[in-house]
């Protein structure tokens, strides 16, 4: 019996997690990732860091080298691009980076493509000092723009993680930075309260933050780009860099004749798996389960492509594993804050048939006699007639363990608790990093109090 | 109707938790709160940093002020001690500062009279400069020695959480430290291999530190105190600490007949009621109901005041709920180091019928490329058959996110999920605070391939 082929299209976290996983399970299988650059398993979520200057080695952004890929017994086709995927036959076309077609048969397929980056209608997107930052390569032309061309001011568009962490970077590099946001306030993934504590800290750092604006064109001037926009939006700069979000990249699958589901997503079941046979399809390219809406979304994120992955290796020889679901669980660090939230703000658990009402709080990070401590601005979300918890936000100093502190209620999420449940649970106390109550217990005593006065005036 | 008349006897985390719960739930009742000391809601946990001159005013310890909890409702009986409960008549009798005795009738009582320390079988313990740390009364004690009869140098006897958090106060303090522990490693209630990791830090710090050896007398000589103990311990210091536990301070409810249960803890159900009608127990004077045992243990520590102390106000006055359990969550900071544990270690787990497996995993807190990273030292145990989480400790640096970080698996103990179940959360990432799989996932995924193995080599 010849050994299983599995085929993997993709070389980033989805795709590598899955090709690790497969390996570990089933040491026989024959394993080969096409890599589309020659940068496989590297942390993308790493490029702002790089440009910001904390990461000086673009090679230390690889998760994993390829000595140890190799190790665990996947061949890697570096700068190989996935032309066309043939269900009929089984088989995927490439060229590698000569141009040289070539068929590759599997008994099993992954798809794990990723994403594009969202460009959104903007006359002279084309101009080659607007830019967007997706690949190691576009992380290599905006370090080029600055350290070679010299740009010393940036107009970055878009504010959400990732306009957020590059205008950090930016900073840092010494550019003057201007970030414009299309809705009115800065972070639009947490509630406008959080967003403006955040807008003051960049502010604080100096950076020209414009909300309710939409950027409309980008014109050559000189050495310059102006970029204008509405509500009389008109700046001067060296550099934009567009980022505002990415889109499933999904050209493959649909040629092959993939079902695509929501917000033109892969569609997958539970186990990975797409409409079509023996192909599975993982990250950013494909839908993800929400585990309170128990159906399908969208949600791009490292973890989930992470965790997807390995489910879909997993199941491509022969498991029979199920996605437990993504919550949005996310955190960025903008100059001294940690933004994070997991579940539902008000409006999606509202879109999602509960009665949400959402408490905000502010309790410190540990006991407030200890040196250095901070107050963390917490948001409750939870269903008023249950007590279900629905979603938190915590915006609070970048040493206030906000990160790991998000992942407490994003744990109650997944086993369904009530908001009044996390005073239960038995964590961890020292006064220089906790308090007895813990902040996020005190935010759901808050809401709870909250809660219950609502009912009585209702 | 008279308003129902509640008396709770101790005014510390647990006794003021019930009151402010009692209060809060039902604003007609009459809630008398006596305090042996003048310090109520003091938060003894800080007398480390106190002592240490992190905090700088001892008033600053207060959880809450006396404005504060009066506001709440409550009457406070400053330097009153109860000297017995009469459960037929349903009174206390009491003393106050001045010696005058009264009866103080209640409706329902709550014993919260806390822990005394445990005092081994030392010769000289008497001596005045042998102190022991648990009381305001006892810091101010153990400040005069240093500020104002000039104490050079101490023994700390006792290499537990306080033991180390007053080595390292002493040390911020320039004293010339020694710590002795009887067993072979320090902070026992971690494996030995943690144990190891903070004793290299402490003795970095410029800490003698012995191992092994029994402390067997005190002696005065001169000014000095001359210790001798086992393995030829001999050390001559100014100041001696003993810090080896506590116990249950229990003599009023046993006065009283109230049944004692674990470890000479008063006994309790999970609503916190003592076998006295009426009558309820909570905080470091009563068992706990232990979450992987299902049944009581002996668990003395803040977070469990608080949420016993919750329980037993809210069931004081007309209540049902259950206390929801003990995990014995506990962190420390021990210089540039935390240390943290939630559950069962391997000999535990033993004893309680599982088949225990601990697995050690270093891991990075965040992405090694981001700056400051840190390995996680991370030991997770687990049932071998079932795969069920059974505890989790973690040594790694004080920046490290660790206290947040055992929340993980505390949580996960909570909902009884097994090891690998730890990968399924959607917890938080960013370069900069975290991995897209955390510490604890990668060590969680490390020990099922371990476990993996043993049962494949079984």
């Known amino acids: 019996m010849t050994a299983s082929r599995l085929v993997i299209i993709g ?16 040491p026989a299988v024959d394993v080969t990732v096409l890599v589309a650059d020659a940068y496989p398993n590297f942390s993308i979520c790493g490029l702002p860091y790089l440009l910001g200057g904390d990461v000086p080695d673009w090679r230390s ?18 700068e190989h691009t996935a032309c066309a995927i043939q269900p009929d036959s089984k ?19 992954i798809i794990a493509t990723g994403a594009t980056p969202v460009l959104p209608p903007i006359e002279g997107l084309h101009l080659p000092a607007v830019r967007v930052l997706h690949t190691m390569q576009d992380a290599f032309s905006v370090r080029e723009m600055i350290e070679d061309r010299g740009a010393e001011s940036v107009l970055v568009v878009g504010a959400g993680y990732v306009g957020l962490e590059m205008v950090e970077a930016f900073v840092s590099r010494g550019l003057d ?16 309260e959080l967003g403006g504590l955040l807008r003051t800290e960049i502010t604080n750092h100096g950076v020209d933050v414009v909300t309710g604006a939409r950027v409309e064109s980008i014109e050559q001037k000189g050495r310059a780009l102006v970029v204008r926009g509405t509500s009389g939006l008109e700046r001067t700069v060296d550099l934009v860099l567009v980022v505002v979000g990415v889109k499933p990249d999904t050209d493959l699958a649909f040629g092959a004749g993939a079902k695509l589901g929501i917000k033109g997503a892969i569609e997958v079941d539970r186990r990975m798996r797409t409409s079509l046979p023996d192909v599975f399809a993982a990250g950013d390219c494909a839908e993800t389960y929400h585990r309170i809406l128990h159906g399908p979304t969208y949600l791009p994120l490292g973890t989930t492509a992470h965790k997807q992955g390995r489910v879909a290796g997993e199941n491509a020889v022969g498991g029979g594993k199920a996605f437990e679901g993504s919550l949005g669980t996310q955190v960025v660090k903008v100059f001294e804050l940690a933004a994070a939230r997991t579940g539902f703000r008000d409006a999606e658990a509202e879109a999602a048939g509960f009665d949400p009402l959402t408490v905000r709080t502010r309790a410190f990070d540990h006991k407030a006699y200890y040196p250095n401590a901070h107050e963390l601005d917490i948001r409750i979300t939870g269903d008023r007639m249950t007590g279900r918890l629905l979603g938190v936000q915590i915006v609070g100093h970048r ?4 990160a790991k502190r998000i992942d ?20 961890s106390y020292t006064p220089p990093f906790g308090s007895p109550w813990d902040a996020v217990q005190v935010a759901a005593q808050d809401w709870t109090r909250k809660r219950d006065a609502s009912l009585v005036g209702a």
Chains 1, 2 share one sequence.
């Open 399 to 402: 040493e206030g363990q906000v």
């Open 177 to 192: 930075v201007t970030v414009v946001e299309q809705f009115d306030e800065i972070l639009p993934t947490v509630d406008p």
């Open 61 to 78: 952004l690889a998760h994993r080298g390829m000595e140890e890929l190799r190790a665990a017994g996947m061949e890697l086709l570096l």
């Open 408 to 427: 407490i209620p994003a744990i109650a999420l997944a086993v369904k608790a009530t908001v009044e449940r996390l005073s239960t649970f038995d964590l």
């Open 11 to 26: 070389g980033s976290d989805a795709g590598i997690s899955a090709a690790l996983r497969a390996r570990e399970l089933d």
């Open 91 to 109: 088989s995927v076309v490439m060229t590698d980076a000569t141009g040289r077609e070539a068929e590759l048969v599997y008994d099993r397929l």
